[in-house]
Structures are given as structure tokens and as C-alpha cells.
């Protein structure tokens, strides 16, 4: 498992975003904890001049535009760290990218051991 400095950026924004506005209305103490376990246990991809060029040429290639932008750049992070899969609940999004695996956390089969969700 991996992560960016944007993925951790979005993780964030909706920590600490209201439940009223569709977040989940953490403090930014309770974000930072659960950012730290994050950085310990995940492996980080830094971005660099070769994501920002990927990056780019995806915004052309795909047509990217608005919000979408974010996205493009993940994907750009992921071929050029050689990342082939993202599990995310934004399945749409990234299906327009390929050779990308793009998993919605439903599409994943907990442990035995981890209780399964009612």
C-alpha cells in the first residue's frame, strides 16, 4: 500500500470537512493521529518532474478537465512508480486510464479474521 502527498491531502479534506457538508467532521488532531499511523505503515510516492510531465500528457490525451485534474494526477503517480492498482470509491474516474486496476472497496474481499461489515 502507498500513498502521495495528494492522496494524503484529500484524506484531509474530508477528515476534517463538516458531516453536514459530506465529510466526516474529525478535528485536525484526530486527522493528524490517523495520518501518522498512514505515513508509518504506507509506502510514499513522491512526486518529481516525470509525474508532472505524465500528468500533463494524460490532461491532454483523456481530455481532462475540472476537478478531474486530481485524479489524472494520481494516475500519472501510479505509471510512473509502476503502481498498477488503486482502490478508490471514484471507480468512474479512473476507468478512463489504462492498464490501471481500479477497485471500489466493495470489490475486495476482507481476511477471515476482520469482522465483514453488516
Known amino acids: 500500500m502507498c500513498y502521495t502527498t495528494q492522496t494524503l491531502g484529500e ?8 458531516l ?17 499511523e498512514f ?3 504506507f509506502d ?29 494526477r494520481l494516475a500519472a503517480s501510479m505509471y510512473i512508480h509502476g503502481v498498477d492498482q488503486i482502490l478508490t470509491l471514484n471507480v468512474r474516474d479512473f476507468k478512463r486510464f489504462p492498464g490501471l ?6 470489490d475486495v474481499v476482507l ?3 476482520i469482522p465483514q461489515p453488516d
Open 11 to 18: 484524506f484531509w479534506n474530508v477528515c476534517t470537512r463538516p
Open 20 to 36: 453536514v457538508n459530506n465529510g466526516f467532521g474529525l478535528s485536525v488532531n484526530e486527522t493528524d493521529s490517523i495520518a501518522v
Open 39 to 41: 505515513e508509518k505503515e
Open 44 to 72: 510514499f510516492l513522491a512526486d518529481g518532474r516525470d509525474v508532472h510531465d505524465r500528468w500533463r500528457a494524460l490532461l491532454v490525451e483523456h481530455n481532462v478537465s475540472g476537478t478531474k485534474v486530481h485524479d489524472a
Open 101 to 106: 486496476v481500479v477497485l471500489h472497496p466493495t
Open 111 to 113: 481476511a477471515p479474521d
